[in-house]
DNA sequence: TGCGTTCTAGTATGTATGTTCTAAAATGCG
DNA sequence: CGCATTTTAGAACATACATACTAGAACGCA
């Protein structure tokens, strides 16, 4: 019984996500998610609300396809695999990643988590999903044999999780395949268990 | 043959210090710099330039006061001891962080490396500066036998930088002793070697 | 066909931004 | 004691910012 909208909501979405993941949140001025969603200040402000929220909105639109896809698609995998795969990737994002825009996710865990206590939970939330991620795969591997069990399951969650963080910083600013699958080697050893070390 | 400065241009560095480490570069203005500093905008532009260039100074000055420093104190002890006094040094800082600054040079490294090519030569300095002074102790530790043979020292070098920006990411959204102190435990037992694996 | 509603377009608003200017104050050297 | 030089103080600058407003256009329903 109104006049109907004339952009696509995931459309104009997806353009804010290129712009604050490139910039950052400070750095993206409503000036140009204007200009590079196309659609009006007016527009913008009326289905989105302000800036701050549209970053909300825009985190959440990140994450459910990146995030936790990936994550869907390795849960699909045997436990030890579902990890190698998930690295992977990550390493071969980030090294095919020309403008240095890293993950959102985890600028957002530096950029805007530390100074807004509603996206730190967010932030925070998301990381866990990633943690429950690796202690499933961490337990089921444990369980089935192909993952070391000479750690606690928990332990290696918490101990890929860091890693991966490692990872996405690390290659904003060296890039380096040598770098990245260096951090990573000493982690992977570690799950396929050291020859000989069953644990005490 | 001059009116002398007013100021100390260390105090001033400070404070700056201070300010971008809490805000970050864009949300911090040069009105904040000046009301921290104590002194007035036209000194801190006679004095240090602009905006940008007074970050630089900033970022140099917080290195050498905390990485190089931090660096040095642990290079005087034992190989792999200075790797556990490094990190427990990290959690403790992490931890006891109230308003979640994090570590500056992290922070550099999301937020002003990717864009500025410039800042990003002096992080990547700095990074491979920390990875040389892992790289130092892996090895002399591998040759005294206090740290593994199982993967190369340069390897072991590129993995506690990783596992290092993790922690100070991570510490910044989730500053839990257990997550932190989780991520670094199969760090540690991959140094300190399995038992009866001293590789093929 | 007109009414109510919600959209778009573009401009206006006030504030905050980074930076520079003007003028006065403070030193060392002649 | 001035002259040259540099620092201060604080207002002034233009621009960029996030956001709100004013019109008018496009639809569904009566």
């Given at each position: 019984?109104?006049?109907?909208?004339?952009?696509?909501e995931d459309?104009?979405?997806?353009a804010a996500?290129?712009?604050?993941?490139k910039?950052?949140?400070?750095a993206?001025?409503v000036?140009?998610l204007?200009?590079?969603?196309?659609i009006t200040?007016?527009?913008?402000y009326?289905?989105f609300?302000?800036k701050?929220s549209?970053y909300?909105?825009?985190l959440?639109h990140?994450?459910?396809?990146?995030v936790a896809?990936?994550?869907?698609r390795?849960e699909a995998?045997p436990?030890r695999?579902?990890?190698?795969?998930?690295?992977e990737?990550?390493?071969?994002?980030?090294?095919g990643d020309?403008d240095r825009?890293?993950c959102?996710?985890v600028?957002?865990a530096l950029?805007?988590?530390?100074?807004?206590?509603e996206?730190?939970?967010?932030?925070?939330?998301?990381?866990?999903?990633?943690?429950?991620?690796?202690?499933a795969c961490t337990?089921?591997g444990?369980?089935d044999?192909?993952i070391?069990?000479?750690?606690?399951a928990?332990?290696l969650?918490?101990?890929l999780?860091?890693v991966?963080?490692g990872?996405?910083v690390?290659?904003?600013v060296?890039?380096?395949?040598?770098?990245l699958?260096?951090?990573?080697?000493?982690?992977l050893?570690l799950?396929?268990?050291?020859?000989?070390?069953?644990?005490t």
């Open positions: 019984m109104a006049r109907p909208r004339e952009f696509d459309a104009v979405l997806d996500v290129e712009c604050f993941w910039r950052g949140y400070e993206t001025s000036r140009e204007v200009a590079r969603t196309g200040a007016a527009s913008l009326n289905a609300g302000d701050r549209l909300g909105r825009v959440d990140y994450v459910e396809a990146s896809n990936r994550i869907q390795c995998l436990p695999r579902a990890i190698e795969v998930f690295f990737e990550i390493v071969k994002r980030s090294l020309r825009k890293g959102l996710l600028n957002a950029d805007v988590a530390p100074h807004d206590p996206f730190r939970k967010v932030v925070a939330a998301v990381l866990v999903q990633i943690e429950v991620f690796f202690l337990r089921d444990q369980a044999g192909t070391a069990c000479s750690l606690s928990e332990t969650a918490q101990h999780l860091g991966l963080m990872i996405r690390l290659a904003r060296r890039p380096e395949r040598a770098l699958e260096g951090i990573l080697a000493p982690t050893a799950l396929r268990g050291a020859p000989g070390s069953s644990g």
